[in-house]
């Protein structure tokens, strides 16, 4: 089994600003975490983290036919992008959707997801600890 998991902008700069939503620690971190919460489950990942909306759309375009899931963040374009939805629907793989904040907490503009009409799931609010349950639950969603 195989998951890309993709970030979206400004996410490489994790640990280095707003500690008190986002927490301290790196981008550098969080892909660390994941390659081990991925390698514990058995799965293949590869990780990819791009500030540019196009490069995301090509990145799912490209995973066509090689991935079994898809784990995302899309970040601010969770609220603006049909363009990642249509990308995401275009190859049907099954997707979660993870925020490292509780977004249903935040400012209204942040409600809104494009993303979630899609995905299998949306985790949010647990912090790097939502892309291992994003991991787990992707496996279980694709064996059952
Ligand atoms: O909670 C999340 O994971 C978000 O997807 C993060 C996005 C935000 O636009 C979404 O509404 C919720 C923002 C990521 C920006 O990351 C930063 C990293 C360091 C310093 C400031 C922001």
Known sequence: MKFLIINGPNLNMLGLREPGIYGDRSYTTLCQL????????????????????????????????KVDG????????????????????????????????????????????FVSYYAVKTIQGMGFEGYREAIRALKKWLQS
């Open 70 to 113: 898809i784990i995302i963040n899309p970040a601010a374009y969770t609220h603006t992008s049909v363009a990642i939805l249509d990308a995401l629907k275009a190859v049907a793989i099954p997707t979660m959707e993870v925020h490292i904040s509780k977004v249903s907490e935040r400012e209204a503009f942040r409600q809104i997801s």
């Open 34 to 65: 994941c390659e081990d919460w991925c390698a514990e489950e058995g799965i293949e990942c590869e990780l990819f983290q791009s500030n540019h909306e196009g490069v995301i759309v090509d990145k799912i375009q490209e995973a066509y036919g």
